[in-house]
């Protein structure tokens, strides 16, 4: 299983893809998107729609984890900030979609909690439990693409949580 | 000139093409896409990036003219909205600069403003005046379409305004 795992945003985007082979844990490539903020935002999201075309056509993932933002309560100041990763998951999805990709949304604490054991876990925190987990020897160059790893990392313990599941289920 | 305006939102979507030839307006296409909300979203947002670039691909308009969402002070009612409505407009937003066709924002105030005398005109008293303008004789089968149209519209007055102003400052 080969699971692409995005972090979206429309100035820093990060892409992880992790491979799991007989139990083997391995990161195939990982880095982030930067983008200017003086380019139009049709230029960063097409820029973004691109990336993921050209990672997805490159790799041929199976499938597709995006970390879902927590869009608050009780006061507004999250608003700016949900319309922009509105626009910068959009740009992944329509990626995904055109190529039937199935996708897989984590809540930020959903993702800590598996990665780091702790739903309030600091991005740092993930970042080294990342390392650590699939044995990098190239530290990631930002959170972002720490935390796509680390959404592709939740979606492939997920599954394969819910294969062990299954087989007490049905012995 | 030939202006593609557009009203986005991830369940109905507005659009309408007005075409400004020797003064004289005609809208060339208009309608809503109404997309089922049992569908996932990236689908949704997949038929709605195909759909513009469709638009764009069959009539190739001169410049783009999208309404672009308030996204409220004072409370949070509107983080949900805002995030769908980033993702329909990224999905527009994208399309649009895969063909390189400038896009220009509104804000809806500004709109009414222009359409119907009054920034806080309801949307039947901007479909009133839009079939009025345009002098159609099929009435828009929504307020998405007609909120679309206004866009174009708006787009298209500003755009003779500034033509007029810049004759009179470069006699």
Same sequence: chains 1, 2.
Avoid: W
Avoid at 43 to 58: C, T
């Amino acid at each position: 299983m080969l699971v692409l795992g995005i972090d979206p945003g429309t100035r820093h985007l990060g892409y992880g893809l992790i491979k799991e082979e007989a139990g083997i844990l391995s990161a195939t490539d990982y880095g982030s998107l930067n983008l200017s903020p003086s380019l139009p935002i049709e230029q960063r999201l097409h820029q973004i729609h691109s990336h993921i075309l050209n990672m997805i056509n490159m790799f041929n993932p199976s499938e597709m984890a995006v970390e879902e933002p927590f869009l608050g309560t009780g006061n507004n100041q999250f608003v700016g900030p949900a319309f922009a990763i509105g626009q910068a998951q959009a740009a992944v999805l329509i990626a995904a979609a055109s190529n039937n990709l199935p996708i897989f949304r984590y809540a930020p604490t959903k993702i800590k909690s598996v990665i780091a054991n702790h739903g309030q876990a600091t991005k740092e925190q993930v970042k080294s439990m990342i390392i650590l987990s699939l044995s990098l020897t190239v530290e990631p160059d930002s959170t972002d693409a720490s935390d796509a790893l680390a959404a592709a990392l939740c979606h492939i313990r997920q599954r394969d949580l819910e294969t062990i599941l299954n087989r007490q289920i049905k012995p």
